[in-house]
């Protein structure tokens, strides 16, 4: 995962979650409106990669977004939609989750979105097993080896689009290096769904795809 993502994803787990010891203030500033909620310019895009998610309520789950608790933001206001959502000197329980990693943020339509790849049609639509690539998430894919429940599986057309919208403005390159795979994993076409899905390569384990 990039920098980026990890220092903000690290911020938001800080200020989302906050704990005893850290309070969040409920003084969302000229970042609400007048009668409290987030004001339309925290989630206000030019271009693609200029969008983090983070979890739509105050704490979360234990500050991870999950597909029926998530919202995209202006990725340099994050901690101003918190402030707005977060009651004065709100408390969260001190844990951390991994993020999931099949939830991305995009900017569409100069509006930050997010969204959960395996059912966004931009992103993993699909009718054949060739219309698919395998991918770990992020900007930059780690140079070594990564657990194979980090994989995601976009569109050969939605792949760009991802991966722009997962690098923020400035970013560096990427690592010039051989991307490692977890072996025994592709991608490939859901026929009942007709979204990209990650599967295990049949016959491995002594068993088919799973």
């Known amino acids: 995962m990039r920098p980026f993502a990890l220092s903000f994803f690290a911020f938001a787990v800080f200020v989302a979650c906050g704990g005893s010891t850290a309070p969040v203030s409920g003084d969302a500033g000229t ?23 983070r979890a739509q309520s105050c704490c979360g789950s234990c500050g991870s977004p999950t597909p029926a608790d998530m919202i995209a933001v202006n990725w340099q206001k994050g901690s101003a939609y918190g402030a707005s959502v977060c009651p004065p000197n709100s408390g969260c329980p ?47 894919e780690g140079c070594t080896g990564t657990a194979p429940e980090k994989l995601i599986a976009l ?43 990650v599967g295990k390569l049949t016959g491995l384990d002594g068993g088919g795809g799973g």
Do not use: M, W
């Open 94 to 140: 001190a844990c951390f989750n991994e993020p999931d990693p099949n939830l991305a943020p995009v900017c569409r339509s100069k509006a930050c979105k997010a969204v959960d790849v395996r059912v966004d049609e931009a992103l993993s639509a699909c009718k054949v097993d060739q219309d698919c690539r395998i991918r770990f998430p992020g900007c930059c």
């Open 31 to 53: 970042d609400a409106t007048t009668d409290g909620s987030p004001s339309p310019d925290l989630f206000a895009c030019g271009a693609a990669g200029e969008c983090d998610i």
């Open 155 to 197: 569109s050969t057309t939605g792949f760009a689009e991802y991966v722009a919208n997962q690098c923020h403005p400035g970013a560096s390159g990427c690592p010039k290096c051989a991307i490692q795979y977890p072996a025994g994993y592709e991608a490939r076409c859901n026929p009942t769904t007709l979204h990209c899905e």
